[in-house]
């Protein structure tokens, strides 16, 4: 089954930095890669995500990028705020036709000094 | 749109006892709902999947009879945790998925958060 690896596990950045996440995945069919933000206690948010028939994908200060080769692709937060501080989540599915099962990754958990 | 409900928010409950969670999708039809786990500091780990009309798919190591699962509507699933013990104490969130969007985008209810006594 699919097994999604998710680094790093912690990340603390200085407000107006970038942050990278980067998570790789095994099954090869996998082609869609959502991502999201989890604030404590609250439900997962979608914040972007990538189809297996793009190579990168930008929304405003987030970016993702997708390596099909490598099996791997990674979360871009640029001018980062501390409302960015959260757990940030990838995952992989196999698509429709396969059930649309979300695997996750550990989780990052960003925090944005001021 | 694409608005997903839970209920109850949380629940205490004594050991032995059963509850029920609800699901609902308020805005969309879903043919196909998941239920998660997550413990504190964890991620999310896919219990079942909830398919209208049939009987729900669990992952490996999940136990059916324990988590009994009814998808009844497309707008309604529910989780029953059968005779519920402290080790199931944890935050349940479901997901679904609108069945006219081709696409795999899921949308999470709030949670449910059980601590069973």
């Known amino acids: 089954g699919e097994n999604v690896e998710q680094h790093p596990s912690t990340l603390s950045v200085q407000e107006g930095d970038s942050a990278v996440i980067k998570c790789t995945y095994s099954d090869s069919a996998s082609n869609y890669f959502p991502w999201y933000k989890q604030e404590l206690g609250k439900r997962p948010q979608l914040i972007i995500d990538i189809r297996s028939n793009v190579g990168e994908k930008k929304d405003q200060r987030i970016a993702v990028t997708l390596n099909k080769t490598a099996k791997h692709f990674s979360l871009h937060i640029t001018e980062t705020q501390p409302e960015d501080s959260a757990v940030y989540f990838c995952a992989a599915t196999l698509g429709y036709n396969q059930g649309g099962k979300l695997i996750f990754g550990q989780g990052t958990e960003l925090s944005v000094k001021p | 749109g694409a608005v997903v409900s839970q209920h109850p928010s949380w629940v205490i409950c004594k050991s032995g006892t059963s509850v029920k969670i609800e699901c609902r999708s308020l805005d969309f039809q879903a043919t196909t709902m998941f239920w998660y786990r997550q413990f504190p500091k964890q991620s999310l780990m896919l219990m079942a999947t909830?398919?209208?009309?049939?009987?729900?798919?669990?992952e490996q190591g999940v136990e059916k009879d324990k988590f009994l699962i009814n998808h009844a509507s497309l707008t309604l699933s529910t989780l029953t945790v059968t005779s519920a013990h402290p080790e199931d104490s944890s935050f349940y969130i479901c997901?679904?998925?609108?069945?006219?969007?081709?696409?795999?985008?899921?949308?999470f209810g709030p949670g449910t958060r059980l601590l069973v006594l």
């Open positions: 997901s679904a998925r609108d069945f006219r969007d081709i696409q795999e985008t899921q949308y």
């Open positions: 909830s398919n209208e009309g049939s009987k729900a798919t669990y």
